[in-house]
């Protein structure tokens, strides 16, 4: 081979294995108040957004193929203070028993790693407070999820 040839592909390898794909490609942003939620975030087209009352909290379910599967839990405020509720979460998280690490961790949310006999699973939680309202994001209650593909949920729900 030529050093020309060498170096296309080279630089051929070096572009694709450093372009990631956008998560949000394949979603549109979704206004839920249809739902009872006043939030908007990123869906999958075709996805399915089923709504049930729990008495004292709403739950909002959002999901499609392509292991997509977001749960909303919407409750009254107990405290207007975030990092008390995300402190609250990160505790929840941490005491599960299935817990391995965090993953990464940001103002209003973190990614988690769970270790299940070996298999690896991963969840997030992501809150917003809004007006008197609790907004708590994850990923759905059924399911394995990959790190790629939970990154790519809480990407939608930001």
């Known amino acids: 081979m030529t050093k020309r040839t060498l170096l296309y592909l080279f630089s051929t390898a070096i572009i694709m294995f450093s372009c990631k794909s956008d998560p949000l490609s394949d979603m549109k942003k979704t206004e839920l108040m249809s739902h009872g939620f006043p939030i908007a975030m990123y869906v999958p087209e075709g996805a399915v957004i089923q ?16 292991n997509y599967y977001v749960q909303i839990f919407s409750s009254d405020l107990l405290t207007l203070d975030k990092k ?75």
């Open 51 to 66: 709504k049930t009352d729990l008495g004292v909290m709403q739950d909002l379910t959002i999901k499609a193929e392509k």
């Open 84 to 158: 008390v509720v995300m402190n609250e979460k990160l505790v929840e998280a941490k005491s599960h028993r299935y817990f391995s690490k965090i993953i990464s961790e940001e103002d209003d949310g973190f990614i988690f790693e769970k270790n299940v006999d070996g298999i690896l699973n991963y969840d997030f939680r992501y809150v917003k407070i809004q007006g008197d309202k609790e907004f708590v994001f994850q990923t759905g209650l059924v399911g394995n999820y990959s790190e790629d593909d939970v990154k790519a949920m809480y990407v939608s729900v930001k």
